[in-house]
């Protein structure tokens, strides 16, 4: 088929937005391409258009769990066949899973990096017919990117498996220094980069300095209408202020990583289909989810990052419909991004002491554990060994962006079940025990492909139609798994921790000081660009944000908070720019009156001019020196 033909047929799209065509038809010349689209600008129907196109199967590597379990979802209904081999499935489930991308007609197999150190999946990848190689998240492969990942560094080594194929890689947030080490670390040959411009121009950048947030917020949430989301650093934040919102009559309800799996979908659903109006969450809630008539996404504490603001703020309007991306901002703010910072790297002797304890948690014997991957309740772990959840996860952090262990939140597995006889064995068995043979028959009924490959099952679903309860289900299964007629997993709901490189002993753990220093710096410098983005009153906020991105030639985006006041003054950007360097240059080596300041701009409206030395007083770029002699005061914001 044609691409739109695929678009239509598989999206109901009858055209795409800007540059997917571009990107795929790239991809399809056999180019290693780097795609920088927007958050919500369409990343994966790139990669997924251009497998569809070819033959073969599409590699897709990305860091989430949740999102590519989602992603599997949407092809399987759209009659695409997907898999994806995430942590918690057992080698056997993994084993079929490969196969069936070898042997089967499966389009796309979704791995997380982690997954590329392991024998089985490069002997498996090797026998692939592989038409494509698509990289989500490309940011993480770069140590000056936000959410550097070491296991993202074995991409390129998979390429050697299929040297001919090409990478696409894809993010929403790269700075140029970024771009270019994806292309570096990917090995990028015959290269294309594809940018779209992250402006947003629908919706308008806001800072708010006010002591009551709440207050403050539901003043918002009454104005303007339509679902929101509203970020909080913590966990029990999430609560307190969910709970307060529903006190004042706006519809709420509360996400973060430690709820319950279903519990977490269930408040999602309710958010998508507007049962539930505005979501109180940590950053876990949002990756991956398109929803279009979000008009209000509201911080009410500092992010860590620019790059992770940008992305949570733009899951605001995505139906280019006018939105609204609101930073609170008070003075305390700053001393608790402070205090995050000094908390989000303790001290190697601490992180040493973990590491240990972890291995003996764990029960993983120095030098194995390779590939491993364990439930892990970070609570449980802290009692038992009666330590700090904080300087736990922040040390579990750093062990991870050193490579030794990758974590994942809690996702959910359903209960799997495989029959490892065949039919007629089966049969006999069913015979020689009576008592379990309308249970077998009822799975057979239930389940197709049972013999074939994994399948979801329902306990609860199963003891009703058997009728049974759903305990005596469990103990059957039990049983029919210890004769060897069948293979269980029971379903789970506990974070995973996968030890990325064999366990070493505590005083052999190298934790390089020039990398955590490195780390740390890009840390603080991001954090300061925060504080400068909430701190200062005289710069367009989406201009700030663009030029971080590498668009320096971004322009006034005439709807923030800055732009709005500067729009008082009845002056185009033009004019407005050419006076205030007027200004500059006369202020700078001395102090001037404000008559002859005036008298020496020479501009045709005196009014004008006035107005705009007064915002620029209001705005801290000009001050008085002395009396009423006027002085230039700098822009303050430590932005060009």
């Known amino acids: ?119 089985i999946v490069r002997t498996r990848i090797e026998r692939m017919k592989v038409n494509l190689f698509a990289v989500d998240e490309a940011h993480c492969i770069s140590q000056w990117g936000y959410d550097f990942r070491p296991p993202y560094l074995q991409v390129a080594a998979i390429r050697e498996l299929h040297p001919a194929v090409p990478v696409l890689a894809l993010t929403a947030t790269a700075t140029p220094e970024v771009q270019d080490d994806i292309c570096k670390q990917l090995l990028f040959r015959n290269q294309r980069v594809f940018r779209q411009s992250f402006e947003r121009t629908n919706l308008s950048y806001v800072v708010l300095y006010d ?187 750093v ?72 305990e005596q289900v469990i103990r059957n299964l039990r049983f029919l798994e210890n004769r060897q007629i069948l293979e269980y997993k029971p379903r789970t709901n506990t974070p995973q921790l996968v030890f990325t490189r064999p366990r070493v002993a505590a005083p052999d753990l190298l934790l390089s000081e020039r990398d955590l220093n490195s780390r740390k710096r890009r840390y603080r410098d991001r954090a300061a660009f925060v504080l400068r983005y909430a701190s200062t009153l005289h710069h367009c906020r989406s201009r700030m944000l663009l030029r971080y991105f590498g668009e320096k030639d971004a322009r006034r985006c005439g709807k923030c908070d800055y732009c709005l006041e500067r729009n008082k003054l009845d002056l185009d950007e033009i004019e407005f720019d050419t006076l205030a360097g007027r200004i500059r240059a006369l202020t700078t080596e001395r102090t001037m009156k404000l008559e002859k300041l005036v008298h020496e701009l020479h501009t045709s409206n005196e009014d004008k001019t006035l107005m705009a030395i007064r915002w620029m007083i209001d705005n801290h770029q000009l001050r008085y020196a002395s009396g009423d002699e006027l002085t230039w005061a700098g822009d303050g914001s430590g932005v060009a």
């Not at 759209?78 to 899973?97: C, F, L, N, T, Y």
């Not at 262990?405 to 068995?429: C, E, G, K």
Request: aromatic fraction near 8%; charge should be neutral.
């Open 211 to 397: 002591e009551d947030k709440i207050k403050k917020a539901v003043t918002i949430l009454r104005r303007i209408n339509g679902s929101s989301i509203v970020y909080v650093r913590n966990r029990r934040k999430t609560r307190e202020v969910a709970s307060l919102l529903n006190d004042q009559g706006i519809s709420a309800d509360f996400y973060h990583a430690g709820l319950d799996t279903q519990v977490r979908h269930d408040r999602q659903a309710a958010w998508l289909r507007n049962s539930t109006r505005v979501m109180v969450c940590t950053n876990a809630f949002g990756m991956g989810i398109d929803k279009p008539d979000v008009r209000t996404v509201l911080h009410l504490d500092l992010p860590d990052a620019p790059e992770a603001y940008f992305q949570e703020a733009g899951r605001a309007g995505r139906d280019g419909s006018k939105a609204y991306a609101a930073l609170f901002y008070t003075p305390e703010d700053k001393a608790d991004l402070e205090k995050r910072f000094r908390w989000s790297f303790p001290p190697v002797a601490k992180i040493r002491k973990i590491y240990h304890a972890l291995g003996n948690y764990l029960q993983v014997p120095v030098g194995s554990g390779l590939g491993a991957s364990y439930d892990f309740s970070l609570i449980e772990f802290c009692r038992q060994y009666d330590m700090h959840p904080v300087a736990v996860h922040n040390a579990l952090r």
């Open 1 to 119: 088929m044609e691409l739109k033909q695929i678009l239509t047929r598989y999206w109901g799209y009858a055209a795409f937005r800007p540059l997917q065509e571009e990107i795929i038809r790239s991809v399809l010349d056999g180019h290693d391409t780097l795609a920088l689209l927007p958050t919500g600008g369409g990343k994966s129907a790139c990669y997924q258009v251009s497998a569809l196109a070819r033959e073969g199967i599409c590699v897709v590597v990305s860091p989430l769990i949740a999102l590519m379990k989602d992603q599997v979802e949407s092809l399987k209904k759209k009659g695409i066949k997907a898999v994806a081999v995430i942590s918690g499935m057992s080698r056997h489930e993994v084993d079929i899973a490969l196969d069936n991308c070898i042997h089967g007609d499966y389009k796309f197999l979704y791995l997380s990096p982690e997954r590329l150190l392991s024998d």
């Open 399 to 470: 062990l991870e962006s050193d490579g030794m262990i990758s974590l994942s939140d809690a996702v959910h597995l359903p209960s799997r079940i495989l029959f490892l006889v065949n039919q007629m064995d089966l049969y006999r068995f069913q015979v020689e025990h009576p008592g379990l043979d309308l249970f077998v028959k009822t799975l057979l009924r239930m389940y197709e492909g049972i013999f074939d490959d994994f399948v979801k099952i329902d306990e609860e679903e199963i003891a009703r139609r058997v009728p049974a309860k759903p």
